[in-house]
């Protein structure tokens, strides 16, 4: 992007306050805020929409947030950062966080590169917006039968994973993922708030509930895992509010009196 040039940034008018400072706090972006009802079947379709009627007015070019193949070529590098890290040892298996699919599509893509087959790649969803595992789901059993009707578009409903709470996964990264995946799983609104509180009181990491999906699998013991596994769980994003109605939950499970010594 041409640094002199501004951009627009096109938000849900129901943003988590703590991201939308992050982003107002850039001088160069003008926001422009879309609605998105709790029952809206295109959550992002509406931004996405939005954002590119503004195109032609403003000669900008829309970069989607997870359909856009140089996203997915970015988000491979996490792949990257879990194979340095690891060194010389295999993961047998890695819990991606999947929305659109843009990040689970770049790991995936990675990792199946450096390890093959030997690696597990499996991506983690809400079962609010099931998008993704439902469009898997519908393309393994039907085949070439049902390729014009996806990805799918689900309905979605409100779900502390905000940030993976996407009506229609992207076409692009979809491409990646039903070639690749091992499997696409989802777990519910309750595991997700334990995991949030799991990762404070034993990491003390403070992670979204979309970045805490992974971490809500192994806690539903949705996986099979041996003592000698080695698991990897990507972890990403950290925009919640505290003090937003539904982090009261996660204020009273943390001091609850089971909780206290």
Not at 79 to 105: K, N, Q, S, T
Not at 188 to 205: D, F, K, N, P, Q
Not at 216 to 242: F, Y
């Amino acid at each position: 992007r041409d640094r002199h040039r501004p951009g627009e940034g096109v938000e849900p008018a129901k943003v988590e306050p703590v991201e939308h400072l992050r982003v107002v706090a850039r001088p160069e972006l003008v926001i422009l805020a879309c609605p998105r009802p709790d029952d809206d079947r295109r959550a992002r379709g509406d931004l996405g929409d939005r954002a590119q009627a503004r195109v032609p007015a403003m000669v900008h070019v829309f970069i989607d947030g997870f359909d856009d193949w140089d996203i997915i070529e970015g988000q491979a590098t996490v792949g990257h950062e879990i194979f340095h890290d690891l060194g010389d040892r295999v993961p047998d298996v890695v819990l991606v966080p999947a929305g659109g699919g843009g990040l689970l599509a770049g790991v995936l893509y990675y990792l199946r590169t450096v390890y093959g087959e030997r690696t597990r790649v499996i991506g983690v969803q809400c079962d609010r917006a099931p998008g993704l595992a439902e469009s898997l789901r519908l393309a393994r059993q039907s085949g070439s039968s049902s390729e014009e009707l996806l990805p799918l578009e689900v309905a979605t409903r409100p779900t502390i994973a905000d940030g993976i709470r996407i009506g229609r996964p992207g076409h692009r990264p979809f491409r990646v993922i039903r070639r690749w995946v091992d499997d696409v799983i989802c777990v519910g609104e309750e595991s997700i708030y334990e995991a949030i509180v799991y990762l404070y009181e034993h990491s003390r990491l403070v992670v979204e509930g979309a970045g805490a999906v992974g971490v809500a699998a192994l806690l539903e013991r949705r996986l099979r895992l041996a003592p000698d596994t080695t698991a990897v769980v990507v972890i990403s994003g950290g925009n919640i509010d505290v003090g937003d109605r539904k982090s009261t939950r996660l204020n009273s499970s943390h001091m609850s009196e089971s909780r206290m010594p």
